[in-house]
C-alpha cells in the first residue's frame, strides 16, 4: 500500500513538473535564446542564422540581442567531419555587430564553457533558457551536464527548454546526448518547418526583399554567397525560433511582409 501511494505521489509530482515546463511561455525581459547550428553538411542554417537575425532585431532590437541571445556555430554530433568552414563568414554577418559568436568547431570546449556561463547567468537571476536546436544536441546535453552539476537546486526540465523540428537531426546525435537532453530539459518536438519555410528554385520576391532590406541586406547578401537562393531558399531551422516566441508557423512569404519590409 505504502509502495502504491508513493508511486502514485511520484506520479503527480512528475505531471504537475511537465504541465508546469509546458505552461512556461518565452518571457523576453528575463530568459536567455541559445542558437545553436550545426553547418554541417547542409548549407541551410546559413540562411536560417540570418533569418534568426532579423527576426530578433525586427521584435527586440540589437541591444536586447547582446543581453538574451547567445550564437553558436558547430553544434553538431556525428555528422562532425562534414562540417562547412565556409559558414565562419555567414555567421560573422549575422552576427558580430550584436554580441558575436561562439566557435564551437574551432574550439568546442571554450564554446561549451562560455555557453554554461551564460546559461547560469540567466538562471541564477531567475529567467529560462530557450535552445533553437538548429543542429544536433551534443553540445547542449554538455552544457546541461554542467549546469545540474554546478546547480543542482535548478529543475533542468522546467527551466531549460529545447526545441527540435529536424527527425535528421536527432538521428545525427550521439545517442546518449539525446537521451540526456530529452530527459533532463523541457524537450520539444515540433513539425518539420521544411513544410513551410523551404523552396526549391527559391522566392525572387523574398531575395530581392531580402537584398534590398537597409539593415539586414549585408547579412543576406552573404548568407546567399553562401547557399545560392536560386537553388533553394531554406531556413527552416527558423521555425524553431518562431515556435520559441510563440508566432506559429509563418510561411516564406508571410515572413518577408512582416520583417523585410515587402508586401509584394
Known sequence: ???????????????????????????????????HYDHAPDKDDGHSAVAD??????LFGRDWIKQHAVAVSGAYGTNAKTFNPKSD????????????W???HTNRQAAIERLTDRWRKVLESGGDVWVKEGGQSDITAAVVRRI?????????ATRIHVVQHSVWNERHTTQEALDYTRTQTHYIKIRDANAYLNIKGGDAAFEKAALAHPVFGPAWKAAFA??????????S??????????????????FRQRYLGSDR
Not at 53 to 58: A, D, F, P
Not at 148 to 156: I, K
Not at 237 to 254: F, K, Y
Open 89 to 100: 563568414a555567414v555567421m560573422d554577418a549575422a552576427w558580430n555587430d550584436c554580441g558575436g
Open 148 to 156: 545540474r552539476a554546478a546547480m543542482p537546486g535548478v529543475e533542468t
Open 226 to 235: 553562401y547557399y545560392d537562393p536560386k537553388t533553394r531558399l531554406d531556413f
Open 237 to 254: 531551422d527558423t521555425g524553431e525560433l518562431l515556435h520559441i516566441l510563440g508566432l506559429g508557423e509563418i510561411g516564406i512569404a508571410e
Open 102 to 104: 561562439l566557435a564551437a
Open 53 to 58: 537575425r532579423t527576426l530578433l532585431e525586427s
Open 1 to 35: 500500500m505504502k509502495t502504491q501511494l508513493l508511486a502514485t505521489i511520484l506520479g503527480v509530482a512528475v505531471t504537475t513538473t511537465l504541465a508546469g515546463a509546458e505552461a512556461r511561455k518565452f518571457e523576453a525581459q528575463t530568459d536567455l535564446v541559445s542558437l
